[in-house]
């Protein structure tokens, strides 16, 4: 089955809202790929590392908001 990894790194970038903290750190919980689009999509700075978290960059922070706002305010 084929997947839209555009759909799927957005509902995850949204996601990443749940574990915000420190300001612009999140909890790193996800499929290492969809994680390293993000990177290069320049949305999260790099995943890797020994840290269970990750920060997301300036637009980042503004298209994860916006992503969760669209896809689960009521």
């Known amino acids: 089955m084929a997947y839209d990894t555009d759909k799927i790194d957005n509902a995850v970038l949204a996601l990443l809202q749940l ?4 300001g612009n750190r999140t909890w790193k919980t996800y499929d290492w790929e969809v ?3 993000l990177c290069e999509k320049g949305l999260i700075l790099n995943p ?12 980042g922070i503004v298209e994860s908001r916006r992503l969760f706002a669209d ?4």
Not at 19 to 22: A, N, S, V
Not at 52 to 58: A, G, H, N, W
Not at 71 to 74: C, G, K, S, T
């Open 35 to 37: 994680m390293n689009r």
């Open 19 to 22: 574990g915000l903290h420190d």
């Open 71 to 74: 896809l689960f305010e009521i």
């Open 48 to 59: 890797l590392g020994k840290a269970k978290s990750v920060q997301l960059t300036e637009r």
